[in-house]
């Protein structure tokens, strides 16, 4: 898999190796990220990925507040998609307290997390153009998330850290105004969807620059703990909305793609593809909800639950992401922990990186699509 | 002095130079003691955090422009309408003015003899007229970018769904670039201080003079070539390839790894590109027998059929396979996408020109633009016809063979902007790879095909 590092020039010309910083200032590691190369003329030795600058104890500052207070913390972990941060807090303490979530929450956080999803994967499908070297796909990208945030704003106010998904249901209820400008938002993007493809998926110099590389066996993949569209790339077929569903997603149907290689273009592709089947998604929650509440009734204002603990995950824009949170009895969790897939599927890079080009390692860092607010938390 | 407004104003005011106003305390004397009896405390009122009743949820967005609205019917916008009026206004507005100014070579004749007239030794009457060409052909390649960047910035801005620069000079940010170039001009100029100071200093101008040396054999149009010599092609491809030598420099001379990986990745990709570059070509100097643009761009006068051109793309399978290596091979040499990879900003954050600010970063860009548009001038004198008018009949020939020139010029460079927005980037390897297995290889085939039709 890995070139050969000692070619025959090397028995005749001395060469030096060379460490070079990639990051943390760096355009294309996507936030504080460093990873430390070692390279030999254009092919890493190695490379260590260097994580924390952008650490703020999230887990420890919710030991210190109440429950609806750590909703908030969760907004600034992977604030590119903020919805299922809140929604698997939320489940958590839902489990804690044993509160029930009317059926039009359920529904509306589907919708919303689906909504998220293609903002997130709009940001991946712009950076990664940007990162091969294609600038236009971007402001494409860009256009489009834009108006996903405006429909946020509509339905709760903020654009990036919503805060909407709360104990219990969600903040506020959608107007007819938000339900008629969100279909003709997805009506508009699945047109869009097909100038994306036309535009970069199907280049020949885009497709020669990620096809072959940063391949991930699923073996490889599974014993890394990847997950999200990283893991389906390699061909595994696991995403928790299918297989162990929560909110509302055993009442709609869509399809999990999956890639065959796991290379940088599968990851691609399938971020591609499921961004079209969120827009089913959304699709079919809006055809199917009824009015109702969407607030449970009875969340205590200081919510105490009993002591003991929960475990909750939801396929978030980045992966599996999981929550497990134990509390004594008091009014904060006493412990709160998360299973951040971004900084999970970190990991592999300083496996998958080693022999490749300085190139491939902006294809592939761009392909894991990481947020570093997740990874340092 | 205005009155001031808020009494904060007003007290600074009567402190300094206006003393009509007294201050505050010379007119209310201090309130008398306070009553025994404690004034009853204000009542305040505390109002329930309601959501403003008039919020709808859909008032913070119902009057955003969604493109849906825009793209249901562009005709309708009185906008749009009025640019496309003030468009063909523009081109109509070109014609007549080129079809009136004419060939510039008889003015150029004109002012010739008027030099010669006023001086009366021929050898300063020619050293003038040398001179002046050089201060025309400067300013031909010192101004073009300058257009060049703010065309490219607005055909960017249009690809990509957005306005570019609209504001500077009133008419769509015409001005934006001046601006640009006047803020670069104040720049501090920073040397760091791992630098090879002097490589450092020199890299720059390396990299720009011969760019403005190579314009000096191109023909503008009929007789409009500042040095008319008969081995221009020759000496535009040696003297562009000095360049190299600033940019590895530039890299070398910056102390920074990034920098060093951009100058010898351009090193590699510059060198390299040259062979391919030089050898499409080789079919039209067969076919035009001579390395003089304005021989080969006369070469080209004449229409098949009476319709098509005699231009060499139009002539089968060589004539374009030739175009299609000389514009990929021009696109890599100058540094652009999808070529791009000596300052791939993704990768190399901005590969030799990293540690470079100011003027000496400008020389650079400088540098590219002059290079983008070499390249399309080479383009059109090779392969379109240099001034011919693509069509024989009356509307087309009224246009002067500049004009001609010009336009041909800008098409080509719309089409390496227009890669440049459209286009991801290569790989080293398989920039490599596809220069020495594919372009190369094709060019020689060229060469052979190109002979046989000789040959018929």
Redesign the interface.
Known sequence: MSAPLVTRQDEFLKTDE?F?NLGPQ???THGVLRVGLTVKG?VIVKAVPDVGYLHRGTEKLSEVRGYHHCVVLTDRWDYVAAMPNNLVFCLAAEKLMNLQVPERANYLRTIMCELNRIASHLLFFGTY????????PF??AF?ERE?VL??F???C?ARLTYNYIRLGGVM?D??P??TS?TR??LD?FKARLEEYDS??TY?P??Q??TKTVGLVSADQAIAWGLSGPNLRASGVDYDARKFEPYAAYDKVRFEVPLGKGGSCFDRYFCRVREMGESVRIVEQCLDQMKEGEFMAKGVAKVPKPQPGEAYAHVEGARGNLGIYLVSDGGQSPYRMHVRAPSFINLAILQEILEGK??????AILGSIDIVLGEVDR | MSAPKNPADKHAASNGSSAKVPPAAAVVPPAPAAPAKPAPKPKVEIKEPVFNPAYKGALLTHDRYWPTQRWKAPWSLRSYRRGALALGALLLGAFGLTAAVGELAPWGALLQSAVSGLLSSSFAASGVWILLKVLVVLHIILVAPIFLVWWERKISAHIQSRLGPMTVGGWHGWLQTVADGIKLLFKEDITPIAADRWVHRLAPVIVVIPAILAFAPISFGRELAAADIDVGVLYIFAVAGVSVIGIVMAGWASGNKYSLLGGLRSAAQLVSYELPRSFSIVPVLMFAGSLNLTRIADSQAGYWFGVIPRWYIFYPVVGQISFLIFLIASVAETNRVPFDIPEAESELVAGFHTEFSGMKFSLFFLAEYAYVLLASCLTAAFFMGGGGSPLPWAPWTWIPSWAWFLAKTLGIVFCFLWFRWTFPRFRVDRLMDFNWKFLLPWSFVNIALASIYLLI
């Open positions: 060379l070079i760096h355009p294309s254009e153009g940007i990162d091969i070297g294609a600038f236009t402001l494409y256009r108006m405006d429909l704003e509509m339905a106010g506020s959608i107007t105004e938000w400008k003709e938002f508009y535009l970069l280049n110099i885009f020669d620059r080009k300085v190139a491939d390692v902006i």
